[in-house]
């Protein structure tokens, strides 16, 4: 995986979501958390990944926290991080 640590929608179109990039992915989740904890994106593409929207209006510009999980070669993998958001 390619995990970026910041990205901005309002910047450069290669930076504007935060996704992991080309690859084939099995059973691929990605979920995105507030500062509260609350869940602000669950999503299975791992191409078009998050757009820093959050129920429908645009997160503030902020850290966020993520979970993605997924398979490889029948092993289910899991990583955890931040990421910073930009406006």
Known sequence: L???NAFSPNG???????????????NF???IYNKWGTL???GN???????????GK???SGTYR??????KGGIKLKRTGTV???R
């Open 66 to 71: 993520y979970i993605i999980t997924y398979l």
């Open 2 to 4: 390619r995990i970026p």
């Open 40 to 42: 602000i994106y669950k």
């Open 29 to 31: 989740q990605m979920l």
């Open 58 to 60: 645009e997160a503030p």
């Open 12 to 26: 450069l179109p290669e930076n504007r979501t935060f996704s992991v990039g080309q690859g084939v992915f099995t």
């Open 45 to 55: 593409d791992p191409r078009n990944g998050w757009d820093g929207m959050a129920f």
């Open 84 to 86: 910073t958001l930009f």
